[in-house]
C-alpha cells in the first residue's frame, strides 16, 4: 500500500498563479521529500524536509510539514510553463528509512 | 546531471520470455533501488540494495530477481514475463539510507 497520497490529483492554473498541492501519509517518517517528473523522463529531487522540520524553501518552493497530521503541502509560487510536470512526494519511513515510498503524484499543468 | 545509465530504454517482449534491465552508475553510491511506475499508482519499490550482494525486497517483488555483483550494476530479472508486468521500470540510486534519489531515466517494458 502507498505510504504517501497526494491531493489533488491534478492541477490547472495559469502562469503567475500559485501551485499548491498536499501529501498525507500513514506511518511515523523521518524525512519526506519532493520530486518533479516531467513527461517521460526520471524523476528529480526538489527538497527533503526532515521530521523535526516544520518549513522549508528552496527558490519559488515552500514546502511544510505537520507531523501531528502525517501531512505535507508543496507550494510553488509564480508558476511558469516550465513547471508543468507531475510532483510526487517520497516518504522515508522510521523503521525502513532506506527506502523511499511514493504517492501516486499530482500532475500540473501551467498554461500562459 | 547523476550518471545512472539504464539499459534498454525499451523493449518488447513475450509472455514468458526473461528479461534483464541493467542500472549502472558512475557516482560510486551504496544504495541502489529498483521502482516500477504504473498510472494511478506512482512509484512502487520492487527490490534495493545496500551494498554488493547485499538486497533486500520491496512491497512488489514477486515475479523479479536482482543482482548485484559490483558496486556500480544492480540487475532486474524477470524470470517469466508476464503481462502485469507491463510498466516504466526506473532505476535510483543515494549515497545515504533515506537520502535523495538520483533517477535513471527509465526502461518501458512492454509484454504481450
Known amino acids: 500500500s502507498q505510504q504517501g497520497e497526494e491531493d489533488p490529483q491534478a492541477l490547472s492554473i495559469q502562469e503567475g498563479e500559485n501551485a499548491t498541492m498536499n501529501c498525507s501519509y500513514k506511518?511515523?517518517?523521518?524525512?519526506l521529500q519532493w520530486y518533479r517528473q516531467n513527461s517521460g523522463r526520471g524523476l528529480v529531487h526538489l527538497i527533503l524536509i526532515r521530521s523535526n522540520e516544520r518549513e522549508k524553501h528552496s527558490g519559488r518552493l515552500r514546502v511544510t510539514l505537520d507531523t501531528s497530521k502525517k501531512s505535507s503541502s508543496l507550494l510553488i509560487t509564480a508558476s511558469r510553463a516550465a513547471d508543468t510536470a507531475s510532483y510526487f512526494c517520497a516518504t522515508a519511513q522510521d523503521d525502513s528509512w532506506g527506502k523511499l515510498q511514493f504517492g501516486a503524484g499530482t500532475q500540473v499543468v501551467v498554461t500562459p | 546531471d547523476a550518471g545512472i545509465t539504464q539499459s534498454p530504454r525499451h523493449k518488447v517482449t513475450e509472455t514468458g520470455t526473461p528479461v534483464t534491465l541493467r542500472c549502472h552508475q558512475t557516482?560510486?553510491?551504496?544504495?541502489m533501488y529498483w521502482y516500477r511506475q504504473d498510472p494511478g499508482h506512482g512509484l512502487r519499490l520492487i527490490h534495493y540494495s545496500y551494498g554488493v550482494k547485499d538486497t533486500d525486497k520491496g512491497e512488489v517483488s514477486d515475479g523479479y530477481s536482482v543482482s548485484r555483483s559490483k558496486t556500480e550494476d544492480f540487475l532486474l530479472t524477470l524470470e517469466s514475463a508476464t503481462s502485469s508486468q507491463t510498466s516504466v521500470y526506473f532505476c535510483?540510486?543515494?549515497?545515504?539510507?533515506?537520502?535523495?534519489?538520483?533517477f535513471g531515466e527509465g526502461s518501458r517494458l512492454t509484454v504481450l
Open positions: 535510483a540510486i543515494s549515497g545515504v539510507p533515506g537520502g535523495e534519489l538520483f
Open positions: 506511518t511515523s517518517i523521518n524525512n
Open positions: 557516482e560510486n553510491h551504496r544504495y
